[in-house]
């Protein structure tokens, strides 16, 4: 989940209200969000470089570390924490959005080519008109591109946004695709003028942008933005042109997004200019642009119009369990007005639609700030939040029609568990998060890792167990320890680009090796999930093969092969390793993939 961070001070002028520090994480949970951290900028920096902590000064800006949902991309920035905290406090009602009223013909436009249609077909945009920067604002309109570009844009593959100073270019825009040899631009902070082809060697060196380059990198053309004095405005997804930059001296703003996503290019637009359309001369008003495609179809953006659900009250009390009937709520107008006093609190407007089957339906109006509100449960969850969980009435269950069954992975999992502790295995319980020292082979690394000890997604068990017994040395031998847990591996099989596998481990440790116990051990394993021994290539059960790794002994280690695959292995663990974990012990180890089982 996203982790936003605020200056304490200003958001609590924001808000309107000051706060001591355990009102404000009381504040936090009723609103269904986490005050993680409260810090300073100095301690943020000292613990990313992993430095001592060093005596306070109480001159630094208290910073608040705020966990949001993933999916609340309104909160990432300060501008929407406090407009949702604001209003769910009640000191103010919802904002209205609305379009400036700009003829068609007055209207900028953004002429689309065919062209682009083989790489980012997409392209959204919208006018910011009178802004008022200063260098906090400036700041906050920057750091909520970065979190959008990092959560739903997905590091830009999906959309990338592109912010300008209107009065230095003129529109009609146009969005095009060229090979890269004809793009020719100053790109941002730069001074030079750089041809696109020769701009992908120049930042491969760059910490921030040499990770976007791989999305356009391989293309025979390039998107780009223009004005009608063909100025670059963007190449997108890479970096916007020196010429337009923004500055806080700029006032008026003009916003593009080009995707692969139409969709989510709406919501990322709409969250931009929604959070700081406030600092406009117009308060909460947005100038519209017509975007124009070669086959002559059109629409304008951003749509800032609230779309209606209609939800019935009785699924909303039944699900939280509060004590309302939907019969009672239409011969008792007050409960209708709670329930719409606490949606309005959650920025959502209510009002009473027509009865269906002898119930009571309301109508929700969700702002273009909750896109997060896509099914009748979202409402709900609502209710629940403003209501107070602390508040919602303890009950049990009513019995299920049918026994709620767990997913065959965990029931094979807690099966290969129960029987590996009735092999004498004490369980171990390890964090995924691992130092990149314990576990050099990760490849799921964490950009900001919170400390040492959390930079990467383990790839494998072994390191846990292993750091697990070196802290425990002196306890009385044999060690037998195990493990079923998940590691991270990287893949291009989903759009997040890693998948979890779950992995079973096991570790003896004595004054001998303990190979014939862990070798048994893989063969019980093998018996409980029905799996025969079998000879070497006979796809029908599974059989054990030499191996070579160097975290095991030279001819003291073995592939497990199940139906023609590799799904495990298991040996006696190299002296070396074991000096890295600080165990004098010698150790045997086995870790196999279970979800092969399945």
Not at 154 to 173: C, K, M, N, S, Y
Not at 486 to 515: E, I, K, P, T, W
Request: charged share 25%.
């Amino acid at each position: 989940m996203p982790t936003v961070s605020v200056g304490r001070d200003r958001l609590f002028d924001a808000i309107g209200k000051t706060y001591e520090d355990k009102d404000f994480e009381d504040l936090c949970f009723r609103f269904g969000i986490e005050l993680d951290d409260i810090t300073t900028e100095k301690a943020i920096i000292r613990k990313e470089k992993h430095l001592e902590d060093d005596v306070s000064n109480d001159d630094e800006e208290i910073i608040y570390k705020i966990e949001v949902a993933a999916n609340r991309y309104d909160l990432l920035c300060l501008e929407g924490l406090a407009q949702a905290l604001r209003v769910f406090e009640e000191f103010e009602d919802i904002p209205r959005y609305t379009l400036a009223d700009v003829h068609r013909d007055s209207m900028l436009r953004m002429h689309v080519k065919s062209e682009t249609s083989s790489i980012r077909p997409f392209v959204v945009c919208a006018v910011l008109r009178g802004v008022s920067f200063n260098e906090v604002r400036y700041n906050s309109f920057i750091d909520l591109q970065d979190r959008l570009h990092q959560n739903i844009c997905r590091r830009r593959t999906l959309v990338a946004i592109g912010t300008h100073d209107l009065d230095t270019i003129d529109g009609p825009f146009t969005y095009e695709a060229l090979p890269p040899e004809q793009i020719t631009f100053v790109p941002l902070k730069q001074v030079k003028k750089i041809r696109a082809d020769e701009l992908m060697e120049f930042y491969k060196s760059d910490l921030k942008l040499k990770k976007y380059l791989h999305i356009i990198a391989e293309s025979p053309v390039f998107p780009v933005i223009y004005d009608c004095n063909r100025t670059v405005l963007s190449l997108p997804p890479i970096i916007n042109g020196a010429h337009s930059a923004i500055t806080l001296k700029t006032k008026n703003v003009f916003i593009e997004c080009t995707a692969t996503n139409l969709t989510k290019a709406k919501i990322v637009l709409n969250t931009m200019v929604t959070m700081f359309s406030s600092y406009c001369e117009t308060k909460f008003e947005v100038e519209p642009v017509e975007v124009i495609y070669s086959d002559g179809k059109s629409y304008v953006c951003p749509d800032l119009s609230l779309y209606d659900m209609d939800v019935p009250l009785s699924y909303i009390n039944d699900t939280i369990g509060v004590s309302l009937e939907a019969d009672e709520v239409l011969t008792n107008h007050a409960h209708f007005v709670q329930v719409t006093r606490l949606l309005k609190k959650m920025q959502l407007h209510v009002k009473k639609s027509d009865p269906v089957d002898n119930g009571c339906n309301i109508s929700v109006s969700i702002p273009p700030t909750r896109s997060d509100i896509l099914h009748p449960c979202d409402v709900m969850e609502d209710v629940a939040i403003a209501f107070g969980y602390n508040e919602i009435p303890k009950r049990m269950p009513a019995r299920m029609s049918a026994p709620v069954k767990p997913l065959p992975l965990n029931e094979l999992t807690d099966l290969i568990r129960y029987e590996i502790a009735l092999n004498g295995f004490t369980e171990v319980l390890n964090w995924i998060l691992c130092s990149h020292r314990d576990d050099p082979s990760a490849t799921v690394i964490i950009e900001n890792p919170r400390s040492s000890d959390c930079e990467v997604v383990r790839s494998s068990l072994m390191p846990g167990i292993l750091k697990a017994v070196g802290h425990n040395k002196d306890h009385r031998k044999p060690i037998k320890v195990f493990e079923v847990g998940d590691v991270v591996l990287l893949s291009d099989a989903n759009d997040v680009g890693a998948v979890n596998h779950r992995q079973l481990a096991a570790l003896y440790c004595g004054a001998n090796s303990g190979f014939e116990i862990i070798h048994s051990l893989v063969d019980r394993v093998m018996e409980v999930v029905g799996t025969p021994f079998v000879t070497a290539g006979d796809n029908l059960g599974y059989y054990i093969q030499r191996a070579d790794n160097l975290k095991f002994l030279p001819g003291r280690h073995a592939s497990i092969i199940y139906k023609g695959r590799h799904i495990g292995t298991f040996g006696i663990v190299h002296p070396e390793v074991l000096s890295k974990f600080d165990i004098p012990d010698p150790c045997s180890f086995m870790e196999l993939n279970i979800e092969s089982f399945l």
